[in-house]
């Protein structure tokens, strides 16, 4: 068994696979371990799909539009359908005041290169037919944004990695990473022992417990968010729909509707769940179906399927840690991804891939400041 290797990912999930697949195109060594019996079995199977740039941050944004690029692309590239489609992003505006603060965003979003316009009531309801027009000021729209299957892509991902190179290990446990010098130089699992130049923490709800082994205590904390899906039926709106009013017990929830026709849907609770239960409540369906039709009634007579239960492992602004560390050469996060994994991964794994091959540029440089774990945390992501 090959014990050698450039890169050591720990975490095969919705950053960790697409980061193999960067580097594996670049020729670099990569070995991919997590303690689960498959890619994709922590958080990335309960994500909902949606894929967007639009958000408040300049590193968000151009992380955000290049996985756009890479998602839109991959069928016609490498032949796998993923389930991508092309159906925008939107944020309704009830109130006086969350006009004023999308139309501010709206500002500094194009500033930074992001497609997003300001729709009339009446135009919004053209794409989404039979919305809730009562106190309806408009909306922000962002048609670059999109949505595919997480359970589709990560495969996909995944097997065009290994095509290249990348070697993972299922059902394996990381006890420790071993250092020398302040530099990386392997990694001990339950099962043997790997020497690497570079550890990737990309651990999701247990990256904590992974910065641990390197002394670094990150700040990354999992909530819990509910979600569910409906039966297909026939297309009859467009983008994801995001509700930003706090309500009784959750701050927003969204809802889309896939390319097979099924609404999926999510709620943020208020005050978040902390945790990494995935057992569903009681209490999710009635409170988010209440919200829902109370904004498109025509959502009323569709028939759930089936809801589950995720986490986001969040941090305390909103935006992820990624990049490398002072006090130990080799060690890299790309961890707090605060529920947006899928979105940003395969423009995070490119980023990764950068820093280890020393490639970066002055873009790349100006993003990273955004993730970087000696922030002072005290901002706040508008769309988290």
Not at 41 to 54: E, V
Request: charged fraction near 25%; proline fraction near 5%; aromatic fraction near 10%.
């Amino acid at each position: 068994m090959k014990q050698n290797y450039d890169v050591i990912i720990i975490g095969a999930g919705s950053v960790g696979v697409p980061t193999a697949l960067a580097l594996a195109k670049n020729n670099i060594e990569v070995l991919v371990i997590d303690e689960l019996a498959s890619v994709g079995q922590g958080n990335n199977k309960k994500a909902i799909g949606g894929i967007r740039a639009t958000h408040s941050d300049y590193g968000k944004i151009k992380i955000g539009q290049r996985s756009l690029e890479i998602f839109s692309n991959w069928e016609k590239e490498y032949g796998d359908d993923i389930g991508w489609q092309q159906n925008g992003y939107s944020y309704p505006a009830y109130t006086e005041k969350d006009e004023k603060m999308l139309k501010d965003l709206m500002k500094i979003q194009r500033s930074f290169g992001l497609n997003i316009e300001w729709l009339s009531p009446e135009k919004y309801n053209k794409l989404v037919p039979g919305i809730n027009m009562e106190s309806l000021r408009g909306s922000t729209f962002s048609p670059e944004d999109g949505s595919a299957s997480p359970l589709l892509a990560i495969n996909s991902f995944y097997f065009k990695s290994k095509e290249l190179g990348a070697d993972y290990h299922f059902g394996e446990k990381v006890l420790d990473i071993a250092t020398q010098n302040e530099k990386v130089v392997g990694v001990r699992t339950d099962c043997g022992k790997y020497s690497c130049k570079y550890v990737v923490n990309a651990a999701g709800n247990f990256a904590k417990e992974i910065g641990k082994m390197v002394n670094l205590d990150l700040p990354v904390q999992p909530d819990c968010h509910e979600a569910a899906i409906t039966e297909p039926v026939k297309p009859f709106f467009q983008p994801m729909v995001v509700d930003m009013r706090p309500a009784a017990d959750s701050a927003n929830y969204y809802f889309y509707q896939n390319n097979e026709g099924q609404v999926v849907f999510c709620i943020t609770p208020d005050p978040p769940i902390l945790g990494t239960c995935n057992e569903s409540t009681s209490h999710f369906f009635p409170q988010v179906a209440k919200r829902m039709v109370g904004l498109y009634p025509r959502l009323a007579n569709l028939k759930v399927r089936r809801a589950w239960r995720g986490q986001y492992p969040m941090t305390p602004d909103g935006f992820p840690i990624v990049g490398t560390v002072q006090q130990l050469e080799g060690y890299i996060n790309a961890v707090g991804m605060c529920g947006q994994g899928f979105m940003l991964g395969p423009g995070l794994g490119e980023l990764i891939s950068r820093i280890i091959s020393d490639s970066k540029n002055l873009d790349d440089d100006k993003i990273l400041e955004s993730f970087d774990i000696n922030r002072d945390f005290s901002g706040t992501e508008k769309f988290k």
